[in-house]
């Protein structure tokens, strides 16, 4: 026993010794947000960090200051030091030294938005996102004046100091840099720059499919009934062993009730199925906007195709686009592909030993843990390519069968993304000693299901991003979404409606504007491509709001109401020089309801500055709303052509509000 206590003195001796000649070695390090080409608030006393050898000055230069600026490392290497900022201007240099230099060159001082949510935030030029005329607009991006900063994905449990970045940190922005960024912060970024001259920084920190709840922190969650025990459990969760063996389990309850399985094999893949009772499908879709609406789980596809002769012997090609989220692809029952990630294109490569002449079956394991779920994305994309280049397309028909709804399996665990506080302590909290002009978001709907939830939930997000950076009530915009999903005949209950209004609710807070984006949806795509005008809405209030522009900025938005007898009479904000109807027709989306609450399509008249709203159907209305559905059609316009926010006049119960 004496002897090994003497063992691990030595051992411990020779750590220390380690350490300490590693630590006297140390130079000054940063966190990722500081480098080449960043951009740095103007007008502020913006926050310098990092560490150094404890104890050690260090001595800060910067270009637009003649003073020497020195910090002196804590005891843990921690030094901090804020240092007064001027008017926008650049490029300049910055030298951060204890001893041994560290140069940053081609900085500017501007404003730094951060730019935060879902999949519509996220969605880049090209890539997945694949914008409108993208091409084009990446030819054109070219503002040495703009600077981008991109947050790769990664969650934490605890608050994280540093954040895990991109392409090495800053980078410029040019045609070869902007391809992969947030389209929309661009958009944002590109027009605020071109109308003020000011150098424009964007942290892009976004994930796609993401809730809200995940971006907030826990000292806010924590004091919700209804998120308390999650953050409770987080805090505590066990170490990366212990859940992947909690998933492990979980995948093998998931094949024990797949119907695609059978003794642990899969038995719907191959050529020899009876899939003869099994339903049809047209591709690409998600199917949650076709024949299977909030379904998550397993589903495969089969696909008859007929190979020429004459590519017999030879490789193929399979291109299947984008799968949401996960798939395991199979060519005659032989396994040739396999994809996590919902963004990820699928190609997989068919060996020749496997392609024979005439009938050929391709399969697809599809698995989807929320959101929407299939094999989507643009036609003409799908489809099994030869050697030299002959195509047959596989947009169409596909047969499909359901292996496993989830609601029949425990709640799968996860250290992914959708968990309280994991995305703002690893994608937010680093950047809070980081001086900011304000923020830009693009989320809600993974939230929409929850949206009566929503209603308190955004704006103490907004106040939690807020009281984190303690910069005060710095401007915080962002976007309404945008119509998704069929028209419906005849009014009825929407959460996606009821989203858009908890969102509308949160312009009650200081200093917050909204973007509408509810006429340049897209029907068929949660991801609708015109992302050129949902940044020059955010930038239009921006402009207006932060900058002063005496412009308009925003669609009409409901003031009051007043109901005369049958007819109720509807005044707005912001009409900017008057209604109208943008398409020259009689007005639509509007409808009125009675004591019973049961809405009915209503006729809607312009009458000076007043819509004037009354139905045959509701001789006494107490309510009356505007673009109340997933994908309302409404055409309420100001002479500025920005579309009315959809709306409620009535305060009746929402159709998500006993669910959490």
């Given at each position: 026993?004496k002897?090994?206590?003497?063992?691990?003195?030595?051992?411990?001796?020779?750590?220390?010794?380690?350490?300490?000649?590693g630590?006297a070695?140390a130079?000054?390090?940063?966190?990722s947000?500081?480098?080449?080409?960043?951009v740095?608030?103007?007008?502020t006393?913006?926050?310098?960090?990092?560490q150094?050898?404890p104890g050690?000055?260090?001595n800060?230069?910067?270009?637009?200051?003649?003073?020497?600026?020195?910090?002196?490392?804590?005891?843990n290497g921690?030094?901090?030091?804020?240092?007064?900022?001027?008017?926008?201007?650049?490029p300049?240099?910055?030298?951060?030294?204890?001893?041994?230099a560290?140069?940053?060159?081609?900085?500017?001082?501007?404003?730094?938005?951060v730019?935060?949510?879902q999949?519509?935030?996220e969605?880049p030029?090209?890539?997945?996102?694949?914008?409108?005329?993208?091409?084009?607009?990446?030819?054109?991006a070219?503002?040495?004046?703009i600077?981008?900063?991109?947050?790769?994905?990664?969650?934490?449990?605890t608050?994280?100091?540093?954040?895990?970045?991109?392409?090495?940190?800053w980078?410029?922005?040019?045609?070869?840099?902007?391809?992969?960024f947030?389209?929309?912060?661009?958009?944002?970024?590109?027009?605020?720059y071109q109308k003020?001259?000011?150098?424009i920084?964007l942290?892009?920190?976004?994930?796609g499919?993401?809730?809200?709840?995940?971006?907030?922190?826990s000292s806010?969650l924590?004091?919700?009934?209804?998120?308390?025990?999650?953050?409770?459990?987080?805090?505590?969760?066990?170490?990366?062993?212990?859940?992947?063996q909690?998933l492990?389990?979980?995948n093998?309850?998931v094949?024990?009730?797949?119907?695609?399985?059978?003794?642990?094999?899969?038995?719907w893949?191959?050529a020899?199925?009876?899939d003869?009772?099994?339903?049809s499908m047209?591709?690409?879709?998600l199917?949650?906007?076709?024949?299977?609406?909030?379904f998550?789980?397993?589903?495969?596809?089969?696909r008859?195709?007929?190979?020429?002769e004459s590519?017999?012997?030879k490789d193929?090609?399979l291109?299947?686009?984008t799968?949401?989220?996960?798939?395991?692809?199979f060519?005659?029952?032989?396994?040739i592909?396999?994809?996590?990630?919902?963004?990820?294109?699928?190609?997989?490569?068919?060996p020749?030993?496997l392609?024979?002449?005439?009938?050929n079956?391709?399969a697809?394991?599809?698995?989807d843990?929320a959101?929407?779920g299939?094999?989507?994305?643009?036609?003409?994309?799908i489809?099994?390519v030869?050697?030299?280049?002959?195509?047959?397309?596989?947009?169409g028909?596909w047969?499909?069968?359901?292996?496993l709804?989830?609601?029949k399996v425990?709640?799968?665990?996860?250290?992914?993304?959708?968990?309280?506080?994991?995305?703002?302590?690893?994608m937010?909290?680093?950047?809070?000693?980081?001086?900011?002009?304000?923020?830009?978001?693009?989320q809600?709907?993974?939230?929409?299901?929850?949206a009566?939830q929503?209603?308190?939930?955004?704006?103490?997000?907004?106040?939690?991003?807020r009281?984190a950076?303690?910069?005060g009530?710095?401007?915080?915009?962002f976007v309404?979404?945008?119509?998704?999903?069929?028209h419906e005949?005849?009014?009825?209950?929407?959460?996606?409606?009821?989203?858009r209004?908890a969102?509308?609710?949160?312009?009650?807070?200081?200093?917050?504007g909204?973007?509408?984006a509810?006429?340049?949806?897209?029907?068929?795509?949660?991801?609708p491509?015109?992302?050129?005008?949902?940044?020059?809405r955010l930038?239009?209030?921006?402009?207006?709001?932060t900058?002063?522009?005496?412009?308009a900025?925003?669609?009409p938005?409901?003031?009051?109401y007043?109901?005369e007898?049958?007819?109720?009479?509807?005044?707005?904000?912001?009409?900017?020089?008057?209604l109208?109807?943008?398409d020259g027709?009689?007005?639509k989306?509007?409808?009125?309801?009675?004591a019973?609450?049961i809405?009915?399509?209503?006729?809607a008249t312009?009458?000076?500055?007043?819509v004037?709203?009354?139905?045959?159907?509701?001789?006494?209305?107490?309510?009356?709303?505007y673009g109340?559905a997933n994908?309302?059609e409404g055409n309420?316009?100001?002479?500025?052509?920005?579309?009315?926010?959809p709306?409620k006049?009535?305060?009746?119960?929402?159709?998500?509000?006993?669910?959490?």
């Open positions: 026993m002897s090994n206590y003497h063992k691990y003195i030595r051992i411990a001796a020779i750590i220390g010794i380690v350490f300490t000649a630590t070695n130079k000054v390090t940063l966190p947000v500081f480098g080449d080409n960043m740095i608030q103007q007008k006393n913006a926050a310098f960090w990092g150094a050898t050690k000055t260090v800060i230069h910067v270009a637009w200051n003649p003073k020497n600026f020195t910090a002196k490392a804590d005891e921690n030094w901090k030091i804020k240092i007064p900022t001027p008017k926008y201007g650049g300049y240099n910055i030298t951060i030294s204890d001893g041994t560290i140069k940053l060159s081609n900085i500017m001082l501007g404003d730094v938005w730019c935060s949510g999949s519509n935030m969605m030029l090209a890539g997945w996102g694949k914008i409108a005329n993208y091409k084009e607009e990446i030819s054109k070219d503002f040495k004046n600077r981008l900063l991109q947050v790769d994905h990664i969650t934490s449990n608050p994280l100091t540093d954040a895990k970045v991109a392409n090495g940190g980078t410029v922005c040019n045609p070869k840099n902007i391809e992969e947030s389209s929309v912060a661009y958009f944002f970024a590109r027009e605020v003020t001259g000011i150098p920084g942290i892009h920190t976004s994930w499919g993401t809730i809200a709840e995940a971006w907030m922190s806010t924590k004091t919700r009934p209804d998120f308390a025990a999650a953050v409770e459990k987080i805090t505590k969760t066990g170490s990366k062993a212990e859940f992947e909690e492990n389990l979980w093998k309850i094949v024990e009730n797949d119907n695609g399985y059978q003794q642990g094999k899969l038995r893949v191959d020899a199925t009876d003869s009772d099994w339903k047209n591709l690409p879709v199917w949650d906007e076709s024949i299977l609406p909030d998550d789980g397993v589903v495969y596809f089969r008859k195709i007929t190979i020429p590519w017999k012997g193929i090609t291109n299947l686009g799968i949401d989220d996960n798939d395991i692809s060519f005659n029952g032989t396994k592909g396999e994809t996590k990630g919902y963004d990820q294109k699928r190609v997989y490569k068919i020749a030993d392609v024979k002449p005439g009938k079956i391709i697809v394991r599809v698995f843990g959101g929407g299939g094999i989507y994305g643009e036609r003409n994309i489809s099994v030869s050697a030299n280049g002959e195509k047959i397309s596989l947009d028909d047969l499909y069968n359901i292996g709804d989830l609601k425990p709640p799968m665990p996860s250290d992914g993304p959708n968990r309280p506080t994991v995305l703002f302590n690893a937010i909290n680093p950047f809070l000693n980081f001086s900011i002009k304000g923020a830009l978001w693009y809600g709907e993974s939230n929409a299901d929850r009566n929503y209603r308190t939930l955004f704006p103490e997000l907004i106040q939690d991003w009281k950076w303690n910069m009530d710095f401007p915080f915009y309404q979404l945008a119509g998704f999903m069929k005949n005849q009014p009825k209950a929407s959460a996606w409606a009821e989203l209004d969102q509308l609710g949160a312009l009650n807070i200081s200093n917050t909204m973007a509408v509810i006429d340049i949806g897209d029907a068929a795509d949660i991801h491509k015109n992302k050129q005008e949902v940044g020059r930038a239009l209030i921006a402009l207006a709001k900058y002063g522009r005496k412009i900025f925003s669609g938005f409901l003031k009051s007043k109901i007898e049958n007819k109720v009479k509807l005044d707005f904000d912001h009409i900017d020089g008057g109208k109807a943008n027709k009689p007005l989306g509007f409808a009125v309801a009675g019973d609450q809405f009915h399509w209503a006729q312009i009458t000076g500055d007043q004037v709203v009354s139905s045959p159907e509701v001789p006494k209305p107490l309510s009356v709303r109340w994908n309302p309420l316009y100001n002479q500025a052509n920005l579309p009315a926010s709306f006049t009535d305060n009746w119960e929402d159709s998500t509000k006993n669910i959490n």
